[in-house]
């Protein structure tokens, strides 16, 4: 009776996570508000939902002032950006709580280890932090693809004789997003007045992607120095077609090495799940006994470093 009380509690506080991460998904929900906060300097930009609490919250106020200051909170919030989740910082980390305790709960009905419960909490507590780490490295990836051909188009409308702001409108009529609300997004801080080399800079905050960095520097020198933005782009297109080739052929070329980084990693879970189906006598002393149970825990952070160093190892940086 206790595990099935326990059990409902736990799912309850999981749905109510799930209902809230749905939230995650939509875009701004103020247009206005969205390009404020975008123009805003990032020395001085403060998370609105964060800053706004009523009376009797000082101590949460200043639990959270802290927490952004120490720039926890500000590399979430730049996360949740760059991700493309517009929501406020305190969104997630509600839901960051609430599926901590689920976890907590749903350990303590499984195990009297406090340190399994607790890793049980952090594991479920980790799910939405994940979740914007996959969606942002998707994001990021997807821009960059369209990049290229976005600078193509660019150089095309500036070649025919429009302004860059005209090309960048072709540009978001023609393209899908991510690239077409960003450059969106570009477009509406340059109507507020914000100058134009300085929105492609918010953008790249927005999306730190190394190709488009060059397209703002190439921009702020162009309007400082004055030059043929069109061979500039156009030279810049075939610089980043490049620079994806060689990425893809590095990924070619290391694959076979990741691929057994990943075997080395996995086979021994592998295995252990396999002999408890097969021959649960052989695992008993592992998982049963005081001593095969910290065995069982050492080998697990040794696994897990070992595959961390692998990974790190195969990063070609470039």
């Given at each position: 009776?206790d595990?099935?009380i326990?059990?409902?509690?736990?799912?309850f506080?999981?749905?109510?996570?799930a209902?809230?991460?749905l939230r995650?998904t939509?875009?701004?929900t103020?247009?206005?508000?969205?390009?404020?906060?975008?123009?805003?300097?990032?020395?001085t930009?403060?998370?609105?939902?964060?800053?706004?609490?009523?009376?009797g919250?000082?101590?949460?106020?200043?639990?959270?002032?802290?927490?952004?200051?120490?720039?926890?909170?500000q590399?979430?919030?730049?996360?949740?950006?760059?991700?493309?989740?517009?929501?406020?910082?305190?969104?997630?980390l509600?839901?960051i709580?609430?599926?901590?305790g689920?976890?907590?709960?749903?350990?303590?009905?499984?195990?009297?280890?406090?340190?399994?419960?607790?890793?049980?909490g952090?594991?479920?507590?980790?799910?939405?932090?994940?979740?914007?780490?996959?969606?942002?490295?998707?994001r990021?990836?997807?821009?960059?693809?369209?990049?290229?051909?976005?600078?193509?188009?660019?150089?095309s409308?500036?070649?025919?004789?429009?302004?860059?702001?005209?090309?960048?409108?072709?540009?978001?009529?023609?393209?899908?997003?991510?690239?077409?609300?960003?450059?969106?997004?570009?477009?509406?801080?340059?109507?507020?007045?914000?100058?134009?080399?300085?929105?492609?800079?918010?953008?790249?905050?927005?999306?730190?992607?190394?190709?488009?960095?060059?397209?703002?520097?190439?921009?702020?020198?162009q309007?400082?120095?004055?030059?043929?933005?069109?061979q500039?782009i156009?030279?810049?297109?075939?610089?980043?077609?490049?620079?994806?080739?060689?990425?893809?052929?590095?990924?070619?070329l290391?694959?076979?090495?990741?691929?057994?980084?990943?075997?080395?990693?996995?086979?021994?879970?592998?295995?252990?799940?396999?002999?408890?189906v097969?021959?649960?006598?052989?695992?008993h002393?592992?998982?049963?006994?005081?001593?095969?149970?910290?065995?069982?825990?050492i080998?697990?952070?040794l696994?897990?470093?070992?595959?961390?160093?692998i990974r790190?190892?195969l990063?070609?940086?470039?």
């Open positions: 009776m595990l099935l326990t059990g409902s509690i736990a799912g506080v999981l749905l109510i996570g209902i809230l991460m995650f939509g875009g701004p103020a247009t206005h508000d969205v390009l404020k906060r975008m123009s805003r300097p990032e020395a930009r403060v998370d609105d939902d964060i800053i706004k609490v009523g009376r919250r000082d101590q949460g106020k200043r639990l959270l002032t802290a927490l952004y200051q120490v720039n926890l909170l590399r979430l919030e730049a996360s949740m950006w760059q991700a493309g989740i517009y929501n406020g910082v305190a969104d997630i509600i839901v709580v609430l599926l901590f689920a976890g907590f709960a749903a350990g303590s009905a499984l195990t009297d280890s406090r340190l399994l419960q607790l890793g049980v952090a594991g479920l507590a980790s799910l939405p932090i994940l979740y914007i780490r996959l969606r942002k490295a998707h990021l990836k997807a821009f960059a693809v369209q990049l290229p051909y976005a600078l193509d188009l660019m150089r409308s500036l070649e025919a004789g429009h302004s860059l702001l005209r090309g960048l409108q072709v540009v978001v009529a023609e393209f899908a997003d991510p690239m077409k609300s960003e450059f969106r997004s570009v477009i509406e801080q340059s109507r507020l007045g914000l100058p134009l080399p300085r929105a492609l800079e918010e953008m790249l905050k927005r999306v730190p992607v190394e190709d488009l960095r060059l397209l703002v520097v190439a921009v702020k020198v309007s400082e120095v004055g030059s043929s933005l069109a500039i156009g030279r810049l297109s075939e610089i980043v077609r490049t620079r994806q080739r060689l990425h893809l052929q590095i990924r070619s290391t694959a076979q090495s990741r691929m057994s980084g990943m075997v080395v990693g996995f086979l021994p879970i592998a295995m252990l799940a396999a002999f408890s097969i021959q649960p006598s052989y695992t002393t592992l998982l049963y006994e005081p001593g095969g149970q910290k065995i069982l825990k080998a697990a952070v696994d897990t470093l070992g595959f961390m160093t790190y190892l990063k070609v940086r470039y």
